[in-house]
């Protein structure tokens, strides 16, 4: 249970990202990491693909066939997903877990509007783990970006704060926060993502923008810090193979599908919403 009933602000905005989907080599190894390190539950299995999610909830699925070729990592794809938890109790007790589990950290931060901490799964596929601060805490600028850094945090104070007794697993209301993308250069990932799909410039980094809809601090991340000038990604390749953005406004939904019209980009249209392609071969389906 959580102390935290409401959704997250992340979630009840205009647009949220809903589920990423990665290619594997070694299908057992990702899953059971997700699993038993990362604390999602299996929700669906075969013998090329797992689901992972929370409570019931889908947001991670996996697959793998026998033709997989490892990505380089100055790829165009993946640089992080991001697992948003609902309270800082729940990041403490996760980062317990995994001292207990010997896991490798890749790094922690405190940014101003949230607590962080890095790490990589198996396949080397980039991983946070996250808690917000309350929006009432964040520093929004005249033009309604928000302040953001990265600053250290203090991990042992935070394992600290975890509550004793046995983990099991992510908490309830755990979902994907955001989505940190490698892309080939910055000027292209926002013309996609800010002049077509209608996500608002947040903040910017040297060689990152930070992109969202109703006032969250980023939905979507796009940087060239490993893959500047990235082309498209290649057929057959481990990694990031697409994500969902979920409109909770129609009319927010109809704009982006304009936004797509407008520059004839193509999207093909199914029970999971209109699928389509980034600038860099990234998939991407919108849904309502």
Same mark, same amino acid.
């Given at each position: 249970m959580t102390d935290q009933a409401a959704p997250s602000f992340a979630l009840t905005r205009p647009a949220h990202v809903d589920t990423a989907h990665l290619v594997v080599q070694d299908l057992d190894r990702v899953a059971g990491f997700y699993r038993d390190i990362i604390g999602l539950t299996p929700l669906d299995a075969s013998a090329s693909g797992q689901v992972l999610g929370v409570a019931g909830t889908p947001l991670l699925t996996l697959t793998t066939d026998r033709t997989v070729a490892k990505a380089p990592r100055t790829a165009a794809g993946l640089f992080h997903t991001a697992f948003l938890v609902?309270?800082?109790?729940?990041? !403490?007790?996760?980062?317990?877990?995994?001292?207990?589990? !010997?896991?490798?950290? &890749? !790094?922690?931060?405190?940014?101003?509007?949230?607590?962080?901490?890095?790490?990589? &799964?198996?396949?080397?596929? !980039?991983?946070?783990?996250y808690r917000d601060r309350t929006p009432m805490e964040w520093t929004y600028f005249p033009d309604g970006t928000v302040q953001m850094a990265t600053e250290r945090l203090d991990l042992q104070a935070l394992y600290d704060s975890a509550p004793k007794g046995a983990w099991g697993g992510m908490e309830d209301g755990t979902a994907i926060g955001h989505i940190h993308l490698q892309v080939g250069n910055i000027p292209e990932a926002d013309a996609f993502y800010r002049d077509v799909l209608g996500l608002k410039i947040m903040a910017r980094y040297p060689g990152a923008s930070f992109f969202a809809t109703g006032g969250y601090h980023h939905h979507v991340a796009a940087n060239i810090w490993n893959s500047r000038g990235a082309g498209a990604r290649g057929t057959g390749m481990t990694g990031l193979a697409g994500y969902a953005l979920k409109f909770n406004e129609e009319g927010e939904l109809a704009r982006a599908l304009a936004g797509l019209e407008r520059l004839e980009i193509a999207a093909t249209r199914s029970a999971q919403g209109w699928s389509l392609n980034d600038p860099w071969g990234i998939g991407l389906t919108l849904s309502a």
């Open positions: 609902p309270n800082r109790r729940a990041l !403490g007790a996760w980062l317990a877990h995994a001292a207990h589990a !010997g896991v490798r950290l &890749d !790094g922690a931060s405190d940014h101003l509007v949230s607590e962080a901490i890095y790490l990589s &799964d198996p396949e080397g596929n !980039g991983i946070e783990i």
